[in-house]
């Protein structure tokens, strides 16, 4: 009876030890995926995302083993670990030297030489696993679970192991060291403390411990199942820190951001995991080996979790990510779900104007609004030819400062489309006027009193939408003026989170539009002049190192980028005087062969006005071309 229960405790405990491993390489490869889709131009996040993919090659491994599997699939699986750990001290002293350099060390040739040679020594040890050096053969029935047996090479490695994980934290101290900003120093403590989960859980320590954990099975498997409790909590604990490199998103954004990505991902895969594995356990120790509730519970826990997830998300966010910033926010979030887009505005004119045709039944109508005293049609109904027989600035000088009456224009009624008075307006003074309101008069219709009523009513209905339309315009102009500063700022405050005494000095990246007119410049004085030699793009870091090769001759070093650039802008192949090539042969003919623009317009077959417009479209692909060799070469 004791031997029976006991048996079934030690069954339970390995079952949730296999939940728990299945759930971290979940964890590990939706936080890949993660870093994969947000930050991976950073050299943080890039080592990070190795890290997290020997990860998943471990914790997958070890979680796809079964004592009903064959002797020759335990055996794969257990060495296929290993493809995930050989890499491990690489990947960490590589993180560690991208951190020493995002804090303001940067790497002078020692240290990028070592992580390539480290990487080196893992691949060799590679060699030895495919080989059959590195580990010996496998023990089937071995106590507490199968197990290889070890050899002198898997001794050698483990003093690589432990040499190079010894060696990445002290990087990742001196890291923390130089970090100035509270905010930067609990992050990389974050970091730290997250970075010995990898590292000491993925190790096989039965390749030296089988002997005592046979003898204490129940605390081999429990001792097992806190560890990769405590492996799951800090990878999640290393991704929030990681996931604040390389990106200028407030910290809200990203918090919330990982957050759902956690709570949809990996949480709502293992919770649905983990229930089929207890289902399907549970039948088998009832004696029903297949049961039929399993795609059911799956089915049903994905939902409610998606479903709890969607509608908490809302409240955790305010509470945890907002903080003092609640307010402003929220009035951000309201404005954004209650904004009056392009669409939903056409939505609403065209049913208020299908009214209006309803209602005096009437062939045509239109709503014009008016922008900076041009008046233009903004939705029309019905007939519209009849409204292309005559302009509507004969209409617009019909109107008077009699904001409540209806005139005759042609076959039309139209009704001046006022602003709403407000408060502080003098009581003669006549709102401004935002458009017109007109129907098509019926042959010999009189409009009676309840037509004329309502017909004002919708007009009303119509003006609010306009009225919005125009403050939602001042709004979004605002904003299109306020973006760029607020960009700027959020990329000086990203880059000085952790090296605030390099970055914040560091000359920002240039505006696009900025780009583009210096890229026009400069190619317009290409073969030399004052537009070339004393361009603002001298000032970038690609041109500085390009020059560096140049013997410091920055025109030369200008000339060989943009020539680069140009050639990004090449499609593929021979070159053709096709549509395909147009951009290509403007600047080709143009700018580097100094053609005029009478001779390039009639190779191309185009006019000039038309050359003038491609050329433009021409010049911002040489631009974008060069500030994405810019972004790159920052982020290295």
């Not at 590195?134 to 089937?140: E, S």
Request: charged share 20%; with cysteine; net charge positive.
């Amino acid at each position: 009876m004791i031997n029976g229960w006991t048996d079934t405790l030690l069954a339970g405990i390995q079952t949730l030890n296999q939940i728990l491993t299945a759930g971290i390489a979940i964890t590990a490869f939706s936080l890949f995926l993660y870093a994969l889709s947000f930050n991976l131009r950073d050299r943080v996040a890039r080592s990070f995302a190795i890290i997290l993919l020997c990860v998943v090659i471990v914790f997958t491994a070890e979680a796809l083993q079964d004592k009903s599997l064959a002797i020759k699939t335990l055996d794969l699986l257990l060495r296929l670990q290993w493809f995930g750990i050989v890499f491990l001290p690489a990947a960490y002293l590589h993180l560690s030297d991208a951190l020493l350099v995002t804090a303001g060390r940067p790497s002078r040739g020692r240290r990028r030489f070592a992580v390539r040679g480290m990487y080196a020594v893992s691949v060799f040890f590679l060699v030895l696993l495919a080989f059959g050096y590195l580990l010996g053969p496998l023990v089937p029935d071995g106590k507490p679970a199968p197990h290889l047996l070890r050899t002198m090479w898997t001794e050698v490695f483990t003093l690589y192991y432990v040499g190079a994980m010894v060696w990445a934290g002290v990087n990742f101290a001196r890291a923390y060291s130089l970090m100035l900003t509270r905010s930067g120093r609990r992050r990389m403590l974050y970091l730290m403390a997250g970075a010995t989960a990898p590292a000491l859980g993925s190790y096989p320590y039965l390749l030296f411990g089988y002997g005592l954990a046979a003898q204490h099975p129940y605390l081999f498997w429990s001792v097992a199942t806190v560890i990769n409790v405590l492996v799951g909590a800090l990878v999640i604990m290393m991704a929030y820190a990681v996931a604040f490199f390389g990106v200028s998103w407030p910290d809200r954004v990203i918090k919330s951001r990982l957050v759902k990505w956690i709570m949809r991902g990996p949480v709502t895969a293992s919770a649905a995991l983990a229930l089929m594995t207890v289902v399907r356990r549970g039948g088998e120790f009832f004696g029903s080996p297949y049961n039929a509730f399993v795609p059911f519970i799956v089915v049903a826990t994905i939902l409610s979790l998606e479903h709890a997830i969607t509608f908490a998300a809302p409240l955790w966010e305010r509470w945890l990510f907002f903080g003092s910033d609640r307010g402003e926010l929220k009035v951000l979030q309201n404005f954004e779900e209650r904004l009056l887009t392009q669409g939903d505005l056409q939505q609403f004119l065209e049913a208020v104007l299908a009214a209006v045709r309803d209602h005096l039944q009437s062939p045509s109508a239109f709503i014009a609004a008016l922008d900076d005293e041009t008046l233009s049609p903004l939705i029309v109904a019905g007939n519209r030819a009849m409204l292309d027989q005559d302009g509507l600035t004969e209409a617009l000088e019909k109107v008077n400062g009699d904001r409540r009456r209806e005139f005759q224009w042609g076959n039309f009624w139209v009704l001046p489309l006022h602003q709403r008075r407000r408060a502080d307006m003098d009581q003669d003074e006549v709102p401004t006027l935002l458009g017109l309101l007109g129907v098509a008069r019926p042959e010999k219709q009189v409009m009676e009193r309840e037509q004329r009523d309502a017909l004002w009513l919708l007009a009303d209905r119509a003006a609010l939408a306009l009225e919005d339309r125009q403050l939602q315009q001042r709004v979004f102009r605002s904003l299109a003026d306020l973006q760029p500063q607020v960009e700027l700022i959020q990329r000086m405050r990203a880059a000085g989170r952790y090296d605030t005494r390099a970055n914040l000095l560091a000359e920002p990246l240039p505006e696009e539009e900025d780009l583009a007119n210096w890229v026009k410049d400069a190619l317009t004085h290409y073969w030399g002049g004052p537009k070339l030699t004393n361009n603002p793009m001298i000032k970038l870091q690609v041109v500085r190192e390009l020059a560096e090769k140049d013997d410091g001759n920055s025109a030369n070093a200008l000339r060989t980028l943009l020539r680069k650039a140009v050639d990004q802008v090449k499609p593929g192949g021979d070159r053709k005087f096709t549509t395909e090539w147009i951009l290509y042969n403007i600047l080709e003919m143009k700018f580097i062969e100094g053609r005029k623009v009478r001779d390039v317009a009639s190779r191309l077959a185009m006019s000039e006005a038309d050359l003038y417009r491609k050329q433009r479209v021409a010049v911002e692909a040489v631009a974008k071309a060069i500030l994405e060799m810019e972004v790159s070469l920052k982020d290295q």
